[in-house]
């Protein structure tokens, strides 16, 4: 079952709601565009790109401003998790907050809970499949479509 409903009534109760997720962006999502000058018929160079993926879990408020992200590379485990809490922590203030998560077991550990509570942070975990209900979804939409148009000059 979805958590949307729950968050609707702390929202009515003027609770601190955040919505996170975490995304993946690799090189091979990358459309590189072919450059003309104008006024000549060369081809511009492009610059290879240097990286296999990179994980981003980030958290947004009601009104869609991003709270807290962090980047790691490949992907983001536990203790990369508990790191995004504690950073959650001291951009809300040490405020009691509501993040809706997803069922990835990384959200689930024990160390992840623990160090939850101690960032004054409750896990509300959405339905399976049911990411339709949680906003930040589309950052990830419009940060992945800006992301495979991401063209590089070599300066």
């Given at each position: 079952m979805s958590a949307f409903p729950r968050f609707i009534r702390l929202a009515e109760q003027g609770k601190n709601l955040l919505f996170?997720?975490?995304a993946i962006f690799t090189s091979k999502q990358i459309n590189l565009?072919?450059?003309?000058?104008k006024g000549f018929n060369q081809k511009i160079k492009k610059k290879k790109l240097h990286f296999g993926a990179i994980a981003v879990v980030a958290a947004t408020d009601l009104h869609g401003k991003v709270v807290a992200a962090?980047?790691?590379d490949k992907s983001i485990d536990a203790e990369s998790f508990q790191e995004f809490l504690r950073l959650v922590a001291r951009r809300m203030r040490r405020r009691k907050c509501y993040m809706m998560?997803?069922?990835l077991g990384v959200h689930r550990t024990q160390d992840v809970t623990k160090q939850a509570k101690r960032s004054n942070v409750e896990l509300i975990f959405n339905g399976t499949y049911s990411s339709e209900y949680n906003p930040i979804e589309r950052l990830w939409a419009w940060s992945k479509r800006r992301f495979s148009y991401l063209?590089?000059?070599e300066g």
């Open positions: 996170c997720d975490e565009k072919v450059w003309y000058t962090l980047q790691r998560v997803d069922n063209c590089i000059d």
